[in-house]
Antibody, heavy 120, light 111 residues
Framework: QVQLVESGGGAVQPGTSLRLSCAASGFIFTNYGMHWVRQAPGKGLEWVAAIWYDGSKQLYADSVKGRFTISRDSSRSTLFLQMDNLRGEDTAIYYC?????????????WGRGTLVTVSS | QSALTQPPSASGSPGQSVTISCTGTSSDVGGYNYVTWYQQHPGKAPKLMIYEVTKRPSGVPDRFSGSKTGNTASLIVSGLQAEDEADYYCASYAGSNNFYVFGTGTKVTVL
């Protein structure tokens, strides 16, 4: 069955970096675009970044542009999110999700999320 | 990238219907037929309920339906059941620059 398992979260200080991973299984990873979505404690969902199925294009929310980098390793069926210069407002559960729509995006499969806490 | 606007809460008794609105602009909801709806129970990951405004993934009950008029999309939950109590989020494709934007979320309570 389809599985997405995030890892790499933790508690870090402002200004530092963290790299999240999302291990995919149960489907052909190279056939799907992938996204990161976050949810601050008690708040709503916020789209963070997306990457094309072949890694040819990456898109970012304005709130993370220039600080976060999304990438993928097809040989390991793994999605990454490199987060640099972290801020308190980046504190959230980070979900990876599979995009099942070729047009305007629909996130049909989600992981359970990994918690990132940015605090001094 | 402003969030789409949803009412904070909605409620209904078992068996009744509830409608959740999602208001955006001509650059997102109104510009494309790419509105999606997600259901999220406490402590769980979101679940896709509706995509491309009106389409239901397999396994989603036909009690859930979607529509759109202009810059406002709607999710209709008919025949409310206890398990429908959850947070609901709309989202929309927003063009090649902003790409994807979520709504503010609506908490649905089954009375």
């Amino acid at each position: 069955q389809v599985q997405l398992v995030e890892s790499g979260g933790g508690a870090v200080q402002p200004g530092t970096s963290l790299r999240l991973s999302c291990a995919a299984s149960g489907f052909i990873f190279t056939n799907y675009g992938m996204h990161w979505v976050r949810q601050a404690p008690g708040k709503g969902l916020e789209w963070v970044a997306a990457i094309w199925y072949d890694g040819s294009k990456q898109l970012y929310a304005d709130s993370v542009k220039g600080r976060f980098t999304i990438s993928r390793d097809s040989s390991r069926s793994t999605l990454f999110l490199q987060m640099d210069n972290l801020r308190g407002e980046d504190t959230a559960i980070y979900y990876c999700a599979r995009d099942d729509c070729s047009g305007g995006s629909c996130l049909a499969k989600w992981g359970r999320g990994t918690l990132v806490t940015v605090s001094s | 990238q402003s969030a789409l606007t949803q009412p904070p809460s909605a409620s209904g008794s078992p068996g009744q219907s509830v409608t959740i609105s999602c208001t955006g602009t001509s650059s997102d909801v109104g510009g494309y037929n790419y509105v999606t709806w997600y259901q999220q129970h406490p402590g769980k990951a979101p679940k896709l309920m509706i995509y491309e405004v009106t389409k239901r993934p397999s396994g989603v009950p036909d009690r859930f339906s979607g529509s759109k008029t202009g810059n406002t999309a709607s999710l209709i939950v008919s025949g409310l059941q206890a398990e429908d109590e959850a947070d609901y989020y709309c989202a929309s494709y927003a063009g090649s620059n902003n790409f994807y934007v979520f709504g503010t979320g609506t908490k649905v309570t089954v009375l």
